[in-house]
């Protein structure tokens, strides 16, 4: 089974700053699928970016980007510009495809991101 | 266009009673999953449709849980009896055939079991 650790429970930064969450994950499969999901407090489920485990080159939305290291099984997800809007519960989920098709997502237990103005 | 619906958004209700939950997921989406969040256990999948047929059950938690698709365009979580450890925020989510596609999620139901 498939093991997903977000080591900050909580995290604060100012207004503008560049803030980096941590995300690692436990897995024998070599093809998988990485996601960060936003939960703000409406408690909507958002999503803010993935990667395909066989593609090298990280993904980046806009301010959001993610530095993927394979081999160390790491996803760590950067906010650049961060803004008062980012304050928010975030989730790194992992997917093993099943057959060419989807999977149910394994979930980290969230890092609660405080943007101070 | 139409996002995952979910109802009822909030529900509360006794020890005992019967609840059932709602979604309608996107249209043309193959897959539909249940999840529940709780503080204690965080995000977890209870159960997942393709094509109206359940594939994984693995998460449901006991026999007082039970989940139908009966059409492409609608599926119901039902807990009977409920009990208090229960109460959480159940999610429903959809997403089309191929693995690469995200899921999309409603906004789920909080679910207050007295």
């Known amino acids: 089974a498939q093991t997903v650790t977000q080591s900050q429970p909580e995290m604060s930064v100012q207004e503008a700053e560049t803030v980096t969450l941590s995300c690692t994950y436990d897995?024998?499969?070599?093809?998988?699928?990485l996601f960060w999901y936003k939960q703000p407090p409406s408690r909507q489920m958002i999503l803010v970016i993935r990667?395909?485990?066989?593609?090298?080159q990280n993904a980046t939305e806009n301010r959001f980007s993610v530095n993927f290291q394979k081999a160390a099984k790491s996803f760590s997800l950067k906010i650049s510009d961060s803004q008062l809007g980012d304050t928010a519960m975030y989730f790194c989920?992992?997917?093993?495809?099943?057959?060419?098709?989807?999977?149910?997502?394994?979930f980290g237990k969230g890092t609660h991101l405080i943007i101070q103005p | 266009d139409a996002g995952v619906i979910q109802s009822p958004r909030h529900e509360v209700t006794e020890m005992g009673q019967e609840v059932t939950l709602r979604c309608k997921p996107i249209?043309?989406?193959?897959?539909l999953f249940w999840y529940r969040q709780t503080m204690m256990r965080g995000l977890e999948l209870l159960i997942y449709?393709?094509?109206?047929?359940?594939?994984?059950d693995s998460g449901m938690p006991e026999d007082r849980f039970s989940a139908k698709m009966p059409n492409a365009s609608f599926s119901t979580l039902k807990i009977q009896p409920s009990e208090p450890r229960d109460s959480a925020v159940y999610f429903c989510?959809?997403?089309?055939?191929?693995?690469?596609?995200?899921?999309?999620f409603g906004d789920g139901t909080r679910l207050s079991i007295l």
């Open positions: 989510a959809s997403s089309p055939g191929r693995e690469q596609r995200p899921q999309h």
């Open positions: 897995t024998s499969e070599s093809n998988y699928y």
């Open positions: 990667q395909e485990a066989y593609k090298q």
């Open positions: 989920a992992f997917m093993k495809p099943k057959g060419g098709g989807a999977d149910g997502l394994t």
């Open positions: 249209s043309g989406h193959d897959y």
């Open positions: 449709f393709n094509n109206n047929v359940p594939i994984d």
